[in-house]
Every structure is written in C-alpha cells, then in structure tokens.
DNA sequence: CGTCTATGTTGACGTCTGTCGAATCAATCT
DNA sequence: AGATTGATTCGACAGACGTCAACATAGACG
C-alpha cells in the first residue's frame, strides 16, 4: 500500500446506508471505518470535541492544544482528522483556526440511524 | 425525555455528553474511544453491520463470516465487538449468535447529536 | 466413545500508530 | 533584519493491531 491513508474523504460524501439496513460491501466499510478510526483515539476525540464545542464554530490550536501531549502531537492529530474530513483548517494571521467539516455529524448520525427517524 | 424516577445507571453504557456540548475530559475521551475505535476496522464495521441488518436482529457467526479473512480472525474481531459493548453472543446448540447491545446505536446517535433533533 | 463440525484461543510476525525532540515554516514585533 | 511566538514536518522508537496457522474447546451424532 502506498498511501498511507488514502484519499482525504469529501465532505458529503461520506457513504453508506445505515449500518443496519443491509451489511456494508468492503469498499463501503473501508471508507466509513476511516471515519471512525479517526474518532477511535482518546486525543483525536478530545480535540474534535474541543473545536466542535468551541463557541463560534472554530477554535485555534492554542485553544484546544491543552490535551496532555507535546503540540506536535496534537498538529499529527488535527491532521488526522482533516483526512478523515471531519476538520477544516484555515490560517488567519498568526493562528490556524480549526472548525467542523459542515454535515459530519449529520452524516455519521445517519450511518447510525436504527430506523428511528422520518 | 428522562425518566423522572430515573433507573440506576446502567453498567457498560457509553457516558459523556454530545461531542458539540462542552470539551471531553480524558476520561470520557478514553471511554468513548474504546467504541470508536472498534468501529475504526473495515472488518469489524462489516461484522457489525450484517449482525445489525440481520433479519431476527441476530445472526450466527457462519452467516456472517464471508468478509475475505480467516475464521479466526473473524472470531478475532467479534471479541472485539463484544469488549467494546457493542454486540452481544449466545451458545445455542451447535452455533453461536451475536446481537446488538441494546441501545449502543442511540447512545452513539447521542453522542453526535449536532443539537437538532432533540 | 469417537469423530465431525463450529467457534474460540494461542503464539508469532509484519505493519500501523502514537509519541516525542529537533528542525523547519509562517507571521508578527522591535 | 533579527528575534519571538505559533504551527507543521521530520526522524526515530516503543507499543498496539490485524492477520494467520496450529491447537483447543463445545456440542451433535452415530
């Protein structure tokens, strides 16, 4: 395998009907568990919350780099989490701000979704 | 929509608020993770996947373990699942069967829970 | 009892991952 | 320009993870 990672997920694309309506193919799931494994970390999990609950929609780094781990580490995570497409980062001046890739959530959320909903 | 005289807590149950609520401690980072993480694997989401669509909410492992890797493997990560309080196992008769934990998809659901529906 | 089928466990091996220190890039301030 | 602060990249290393073959266990059936 070459890539590491493989291709950055696209915002809205994420995939997949629920988990439950019938079983995933093995392409479907490769690309959904991208998702989860980018959540799968303790450190990752912290700092999406940390920008997902930021007022504003968007935290810098120096905000949120408080998690316990050299700032390396938390720069290695951030990037983990935009190629899984969850985070979007902009530079503005001095800071990168970090801010949630719109419809994540709802997407994951929908991936989830037991029947529930409509 | 708690229940006024609420039950005690359940044991195993995933913990933390919305991920958009407030930033996780390490704690509830370390133990939201956990399910995470089990759901980072393209095996794992594909076991778990044709265990959740499986008419009767349950099915046997030799239903299920067409997922291009070894039976042991298979079992492998079919513990996983089970460590993680996703899924559930049986012993009847010759076969065993896995099933959902009741409630993990909504308390997941939860978990990401962007504040709409409520 | 012995054997066959269905699952789970063990041990080993290569790869991926999380972590840090040091170096590097970016922008601001004196 | 030089110095300072913020953030990413690089290089390295220990530990976790996914995988399989071989072995062990559980129940069914003759």
């Given amino acids: 395998m070459p890539s590491p990672a493989g291709p950055p997920v696209e ?3 994420l995939c997949c009907p629920p988990l439950t309506e019938r079983p995933l193919s093995a392409q479907e799931a490769e690309t959904a568990a991208r998702v989860f494994k980018a959540l799968g970390d303790p450190v990752r ?40 497409g969850l985070l979007a980062s902009e530079r503005r001046g001095t800071w990168v701000y970090y801010r949630l890739e719109p419809g994540v959530l709802a997407e ?9 909903a409509a």
């Avoid at 781990?69 to 290695?76: R, Y």
């Fill in 45 to 84: 999990l912290r700092l999406f919350s940390a920008v997902a609950s930021h007022p504003g929609g968007e935290a810098c780094v120096c905000d949120i780099s408080d998690v316990g781990v050299s700032q390396p580490t938390v720069s290695h995570h951030l990037k983990r989490l935009k190629e899984a």
């Fill in 11 to 13: 915002a809205g694309t």
């Fill in 108 to 116: 994951i959320g929908r991936l989830l979704a037991s029947g529930g």
